[in-house]
């Protein structure tokens, strides 16, 4: 089985125990590397007294863990490593294992200029004489494992004077820059993966996020520079749609604009349009109209948005879709990152306002991340919509480029968190600014072995010379092996195609999820 290796950048802890989750109840094999911002963490057995500081006060979080051990640090300079792996069950079993990190770490150590690292009898991790290097702390459940190692690479190390490192009062602990060693993070990761694909391979599919120590930083300045189609170069025959303004057309416009409503039909430039709307069907657009992000592929208003979203908007909504006599309706938001809630109260309300008016419509929420604030997401889940939809957009390579202000790790967190919650989750990747076949086909396994269960892939058209460029045009038949491709992972349903968006067709993906 290919293992799966992800180097992360920087993720917030409960990201990425909410990503581990979500993959732990899969069958996926997975190795994720990542650096945490400061944070502490308590396990399961951890002593209170162990923290000696007000995190806060010293610009860190205090999470709960569900792994074993007692307090440690997770910060910028470390080297954070999750194995979700099958763990070969019976007698030490969870003993066999944790050797098994802590000897991938003594060889990586060797590896990279650091010989001489060894366990110390009856203290877990890594250590350098009675120095601790790498803290340890494992979950093994069913048969699989969560949680990880903590390898310090170059990290404030005056971060773990405020605590009692993993209990241990007279215990010193350090680093590979500390011990001497000078080494980018890149290289420690390069180590990590090729020991652990030697030990949970036999092969490995890498994905690297661009940014951080030792990494390439993209910008969308240089995925412009790679730009190899103009932006007044004619597109192929499967990319042109027919505007057809007919009546449905037109009598549909009204009633958005007689009920103050958008549609990211309009705001997107969708180009499928005038065959959704002379179906009767379109995508609301809550919380206004202005975006707090700009991603590079966006063409939505990113200048400051109003103070408070319209609280008539969701029983407009709900008139929208009673007059239109939808069977299934789509509503989506700009992000509102200056709202304390991410908008999550007025998607519930609209949930309740058209449940309300037209019980027998299904409907679909297409969400932003809000921030990975758990609240914010259970005040949406809990309206329990029909489908929960929320894009990953592009691959981890492109993410610092093309969405800057949002995280490859947070939204499959986001998509863990909702398929935990009991809901048919979907989420779509756009084509065409870079990424490699590889590239797409291991992030569609990503979601997949997160639990989405609808999965929608279409060409990116660049609106303007202001944003990411296209990098080339993918072919029907490309979009027609990746459907094939995604249909043998498990999706329940793929809709692949060059014209395809997130809520193209979305009625009929919907029904066939939930058959």
């Known amino acids: 089985m290919t293992l799966r290796a992800r180097w992360l950048g920087r993720v917030r802890y409960p990201d990425a125990l909410a990503l581990q989750r979500g ?21 399961v057995r951890a002593d209170p007294a162990h923290v000696l500081v007000d995190p806060p006060s010293v610009g860190a979080e205090l999470v709960d863990a569900d792994r074993g051990g007692d307090v440690t640090y997770h910060g910028p300079g470390q080297l954070v490593g999750y194995p979700i792996v099958d763990v070969p069950m019976g007698p030490d079993a969870i003993p066999t294992y944790v050797h098994t990190v802590e000897q991938l770490v003594i060889d990586v150590l060797a590896d990279i200029g650091l010989p001489g690292a060894t366990r110390l009898p009856g203290y877990p991790g890594v250590w350098v004489d009675d120095r601790k290097i790498c803290a340890i702390g494992v979950r093994v459940s069913r048969g699989r494992s969560m ?68 990494f390439h930083i993209a910008t969308p300045t240089t995925a412009k520079s790679e730009e190899r189609v103009s ?98 309706a789509v509503i989506t938001a700009v992000a509102r990152d200056d709202l304390a809630d991410g908008g999550a109260a007025q998607f519930a309300a609209c949930v309740e306002a058209v449940r309300r008016r037209c019980p027998e419509t299904s409907i679909e929420l297409l969400i932003p991340d809000c921030k990975g604030d758990p609240d914010a997401l259970e005040t ?28 490859y790790a947070r939204s499959l967190a986001v998509l863990a968190r909702a398929k935990s919650a009991g809901l048919t989750t979907k989420s779509g990747i756009i084509l065409g600014m870079g990424e490699t076949e590889e590239e797409v086909a291991g992030a569609m396994a990503d979601l997949r072995n997160v639990g989405v269960d609808i999965l929608t892939l279409g060409q990116y058209l660049r609106p303007s010379a202001a944003h990411v460029a296209v990098a080339r045009w993918w072919t029907p038949e490309e979009f027609d092996n990746l459907r094939i491709v995604g249909e043998s992972m498990g999706f329940a349903h793929v809709q692949a195609s060059p014209l395809t968006r997130s809520s193209y067709h979305a009625r009929q993906a919907a029904t066939a999820a939930q058959q």
């Open 231 to 328: 932006i007044s170069a004619r597109k192929p025959e499967w990319l042109r749609t027919k505007a057809n303004m007919g009546p449905e057309f037109l009598e549909l416009k009204r009633t958005m604009r007689s009920l103050d409503l958008i549609t990211v039909c309009e705001e997107a430039g969708c180009p499928n349009i005038f065959e959704c709307w002379g179906d009767g069907t379109a995508t609301f657009m809550i919380n206004g109209e202005r975006c707090t992000r700009a991603c590079g592929f966006c063409l939505v208003d990113t200048r400051k948005p109003d103070a408070l979203p319209d609280a008539s908007e969701p029983e407009h909504v709900a008139e929208a879709v009673a007059r239109m006599g939808l069977a299934h």
């Open 23 to 43: 993959l732990f109840a899969s069958d996926g094999r997975y190795l994720l590397l990542l650096e945490h911002p400061h944070v502490y963490t308590m396990g």
């Open 380 to 407: 949406v889940f809990a309206s329990r919509p029909d489908v929960l939809n929320h894009n990953l957009e592009t691959v981890l390579r492109l993410q610092r480029a093309v969405r800057p202000s949002a995280s």
């Open 147 to 214: 949680h990880g190692f903590a390898l310090n690479v170059d990290p404030e190390l005056s971060y773990f004077s405020h605590i009692v490192p993993c209990g241990i009062p007279d215990k010193q602990v350090t680093s590979v820059a500390a011990e001497g060693v000078d080494v980018p993070m890149s290289e420690v990761v390069d180590a990590v993966v090729a020991r652990a694909t030697a030990l949970w391979g036999p092969q490995a599919d890498r994905q690297d996020a661009s940014g951080g120590r030792g």
